[in-house]
C-alpha cells in the first residue's frame, strides 16, 4: 500500500467518524468537533487529491569513458555539455545574433588552438576578448566569462577535452585532442602508458 492510499484511508476514516458523531451525538460541543473533523478530513482528501509531481534535478550527463572510441565520439559529448552542464548556451550563440552579450563562437575552433581554448575555458581573465561589433573604442563585454573548471559550472578535464572537440567539430576543423588524454577514473597509474602507445607517437613519427 503507498503513503498516499494510507493516507487517503486515514482521511477518510476521519471524515466517517465525523459523520457518525454528528449522526449520532446529540451533545452540543461533540457535534462540533465532529463537523470539524469532517472539514479537515475532506481537506486532508483533497490535498492528497493533486498529482504527487517530484520536482528532481535535471539528468546529469554520465561520462561513461568506456563508450568514447573516437574523437567524434568526445565532441557528441561536448556538443551536449556545451548546451547543459557547461551553461555555454546561456551566454555565447554559434553564429551572428544581435542580442548576443558575448562573442559568438562561430569558427571559434578554427580561429583558436588547442592550448587557447583551453585557457579561454580555466584562465579566462588571462585574456579578455573585447567586443568589436561597433564603432569606435572596442568595450569590454557586459558579462564575464566563468572559470568552467571551477563552481558553479565545474567541469572535469575529460569535459572540457570533449567541449574543445566540439568547438574543433563545429568549426570544421579535424579534431585535435585524442580519446587517449582522457582520464580514467581509478585507473591513474595506468594512464602514461596508454598515451605512449596511441595517437601522440603515431603523429611524431609521421612528421
Ligand atoms: C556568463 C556568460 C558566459 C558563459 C556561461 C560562458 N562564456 Fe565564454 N565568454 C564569455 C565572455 C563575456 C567572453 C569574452 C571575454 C573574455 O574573453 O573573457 C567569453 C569568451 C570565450 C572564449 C574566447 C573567445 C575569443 O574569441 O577569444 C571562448 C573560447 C569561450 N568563451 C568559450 C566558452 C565555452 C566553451 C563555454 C561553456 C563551457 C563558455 N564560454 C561559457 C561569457 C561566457
Known amino acids: 500500500m503507498s503513503e498516499v492510499v494510507k493516507l487517503q ?12 458523531i454528528l449522526l449520532l451525538v446529540r451533545a452540543q460541543f461533540v457535534r462540533v468537533i465532529g463537523f470539524v473533523a469532517i472539514v479537515l478530513g475532506l481537506f486532508t482528501l483533497t490535498a492528497l487529491s493533486v498529482p504527487q509531481m517530484a520536482s528532481l534535478p535535471p539528468v546529469e550527463e554520465k561520462f561513461d569513458i568506456a563508450t568514447v572510441k573516437t574523437p567524434t565520439d568526445m565532441a557528441t559529448i561536448g556538443q551536449k555539455i556545451f548546451f547543459s552542464k557547461g551553461q555555454c548556451a546561456l551566454c555565447h550563440t554559434i553564429g551572428p545574433s544581435e542580442s548576443a552579450r558575448c562573442p559568438d563562437l562561430k569558427g571559434i575552433g578554427a580561429k583558436l588552438s588547442r592550448e587557447f581554448l583551453f585557457e579561454s575555458l580555466t584562465q579566462p581573465q588571462a585574456y579578455i576578448y ?4 561597433h564603432e569606435g ?3 569590454e563585454y557586459p558579462a564575464r566569462m ?3 573548471n571551477k563552481n558553479p559550472i565545474g567541469l572535469s578535464k575529460n569535459e572540457i577535452l570533449s567541449v574543445i572537440a566540439f568547438l574543433q567539430q563545429m568549426s570544421g576543423e579535424p579534431i585535435s585532442v585524442s580519446v587517449a588524454e582522457l582520464e580514467v577514473p ?7 602508458v596508454k598515451v605512449a602507445q596511441s595517437g601522440p607517437v603515431a603523429v611524431a613519427q609521421a612528421h
Open 9 to 20: 484511508l486515514i482521511g477518510l476514516a476521519v471524515v466517517g467518524s465525523g459523520a457518525l
Open 137 to 139: 573604442q572596442p568595450k
Open 186 to 192: 581509478g585507473q591513474a597509474p595506468a594512464a602514461p
Open 130 to 133: 573585447l567586443d568589436y561589433r
Open 146 to 148: 566563468p572559470y568552467i
